[in-house]
């Protein structure tokens, strides 16, 4: 291939890249559910790296806006959706402080486009994750504390018509999240066999396990910490991490209230605002 003939490719891909972080900014903007991107990012070997490369942009635009990094969210922890995504890893997203939610608060009708709410164990950080390869010694003795959290989940792609291209370009499908506030240091609590119970309005919605979750939570953030390493933004003191589903994840709707409980580690609610009668 001559340079000129890639210096056109690489021109053309990232007008593809372009277009396809507009097409998921607009759906932010309007409020309206867009089109998959999938078409625009391709379908090749290098369709992943191109996916970040369109959740790059989201976030640097973000972040000129103001918008405070806070940590990251895993997605894809369980083997069932990664076989149905047709894929054999996780994938990441930023999460920024506006998209926190504080534990028992509502959210207002109109936030999310087409949310959908799981449990999980979040970790937060009291040390830098910055070698090339960890351990999981290096992880507990960067974890401050565990806590209990509802991920809600919110897909920019209509009806959640997603591959795995899609939701990586779409931050990993991040939307908000609520936190307990009873921080549990690791050696009180054995992750990989919490139970957990997700209850809509006291009726049972969702279980699990912490070894839903790639064997154990930690193993879903040792993949990120080495992950954010190769690529440069290695996980901070003071980081959260959201480790991934423990369990089915669950359609939610206007008046909702959400409570999860997570053996070892309490519980944590979220209400979703009724919508208004106009």
């Known amino acids: 291939m001559t340079g000129t003939s890639k210096t056109a490719l690489d021109g053309a891909l990232d007008t593809a890249l372009d277009t396809a972080a507009?097409?998921?900014?607009?759906?932010?903007?309007?409020?309206?559910?867009?089109?998959p991107v999938r078409d625009l990012i391709g379908t090749g070997d290098d369709r992943l790296a191109a996916a970040y490369q369109v959740q790059e942009r989201l976030t640097r635009e973000w972040l000129a806006q103001g918008r405070r990094p806070v940590g990251h969210k895993i997605g894809l922890t369980s083997p069932a959706v990664q076989r149905q995504l047709g894929v054999d890893t996780p994938d990441f997203g930023l999460l920024l402080a506006d998209m926190a939610v504080p534990d028992g608060a509502e959210i207002p009708a109109g936030a999310l486009l087409q949310p959908r709410a799981e449990a999980e164990v979040a970790l937060v950080l009291d040390r830098d994750l910055t070698r090339e390869r960890h351990t999981i010694a290096d992880?507990?003795?960067?974890?401050?504390?565990?806590?209990?959290?509802?991920?809600?989940?919110?897909?920019?792609?209509?009806?959640?018509?997603?591959?795995?291209?899609?939701?990586?370009?779409?931050?990993?499908?991040?939307?908000?999240?609520?936190?307990?506030?009873?921080?549990?240091?690791?050696?009180?609590?054995?992750?990989?066999?919490?139970g957990m119970v997700l209850e809509r309005r006291g009726d049972q919605v969702s279980t699990?396990?912490?070894?839903?979750?790639?064997?154990?939570?930690?193993?879903?953030?040792?993949?990120?910490?080495?992950?954010?390493?190769?690529?440069g933004r290695p996980l901070r003191e003071g980081d959260t991490v959201l480790t991934g589903a423990l369990g089915p994840v669950v359609t939610v709707a206007p008046g909702d209230v959400l409570e999860a409980r997570i053996a070892g580690l309490g519980d944590v609610r979220v209400a979703f605002a009724a919508e208004e009668n106009t």
């Open 139 to 194: 992880l507990v003795r960067a974890t401050a504390f565990a806590l209990p959290a509802i991920e809600v989940v919110d897909s920019r792609i209509r009806d959640w018509d997603i591959t795995i291209t899609d939701t990586v370009a779409d931050n990993a499908s991040a939307g908000r999240y609520v936190l307990g506030t009873r921080p549990v240091r690791l050696r009180d609590v054995d992750l990989r066999t919490a």
């Open 22 to 35: 507009g097409r998921l900014r607009a759906a932010y903007a309007t409020g309206a559910p867009c089109a």
């Open 208 to 231: 699990g396990i912490g070894a839903a979750c790639l064997g154990h939570p930690l193993n879903a953030a040792l993949w990120l910490a080495d992950t954010l390493v190769r690529l």
